[in-house]
T-cell receptor
Framework: EAGVTQSPTHLIKTRGQQATLRCSPI?????VYWYQQALGLGLQFLLW???????NRGNFPPRFSGRQFPNYSSELNVNALELEDSALYLC??????????????FGPGTRLTVL | AQTVTQSQPEMSVQEAETVTLSCTYD???????LFWYKQPPSRQMILVIR??????QNATENRFSVNFQKAAKSFSLKISDSQLGDTAMYFC????????????FGQGTRLTINP
């Protein structure tokens, strides 16, 4: 069974640009979660999508946004990039309908570097 | 708000030894879930073990076991017969039983298994 996949592996942008990160969940999973792992800040919850809807959002500014497509894959968009957005962005998926605490399985991440 | 604390930033043991990683958390919830994830240098976050707070029995997965002390809000991970492949960052994480669906992570413990 294929795991969670993310693309690209690495992304280099300059300040002010926009970045788009992509995630494909495990087949059958309906929920996608995004986390930011920044140096010194640890892992922080960004966004949760389920059945195409944004269900929860972490303490991040509105320039962090995303969406979930009908096939349950997801995009994370970061607008007006700032240097502190440099981080590893992890995507996770779960089958929410099994129960609200179904285990989240993670992808390998996208390393975003903002110059 | 929930917080998770891992008081050991780094640990190092010899192969085949037993090692225990500490985790404490703070919550006013009575139903919740606790997880240990490992993140090897490949960056892929892998679930190690999961514990439901309503279960008194400590979870076990092969060489990995937990000591869950609900009253003390403590959730330590024991790795028996440690192997070189256990070298990784280990993260303790908390999730509420209802609502937000976000994982709250500790800062991590970097574990090195020496040959």
């Amino acid at each position: 069974e294929a795991g969670v996949t993310q693309s690209p592996t690495h992304l280099i942008k300059t300040r002010g640009q926009q970045a788009t990160l992509r995630c494909s969940p495990i087949s059958g999973h309906t929920s996608v979660y995004w986390y930011q792992q920044a140096l010194g800040l640890g892992l922080q919850f960004l966004l949760w999508y389920d059945e195409g809807e944004e269900r929860n959002r972490g303490n991040f500014p509105p320039r962090f946004s995303g969406r979930q497509f009908p096939n349950y894959s997801s995009e994370l968009n970061v607008n007006a990039l700032e240097l502190e957005d440099s981080a590893l962005y992890l995507c996770a998926s779960s089958f929410y309908r099994l129960g609200p605490t179904d285990t989240q399985y993670f992808g390998p991440g996208t390393r975003l570097t903002v110059l | 708000a929930q917080t998770v604390t891992q008081s050991q930033p780094e640990m190092s043991v010899q192969e085949a030894e037993t090692v225990t990683l500490s985790c404490t958390y703070d919550t006013s919830e009575s139903n919740y879930y606790l997880f240990w994830y490992k993140q090897p240098p490949s960056r892929q976050m892998i679930l190690v073990i999961r514990q439901e707070a309503y279960k008194q029995q400590n979870a076990t997965e092969n060489r990995f076991s937990v000591n869950f002390q609900k009253a003390a809000k403590s959730f330590s991970l024991k790795i028996s017969d440690s192997q070189l492949g256990d070298t990784a960052m280990y993260f303790c994480a908390f999730m509420r039983n209802q609502g937000a669906q976000k994982l709250v992570f500790g800062q991590g413990t970097r574990l090195t298994i020496n040959p």
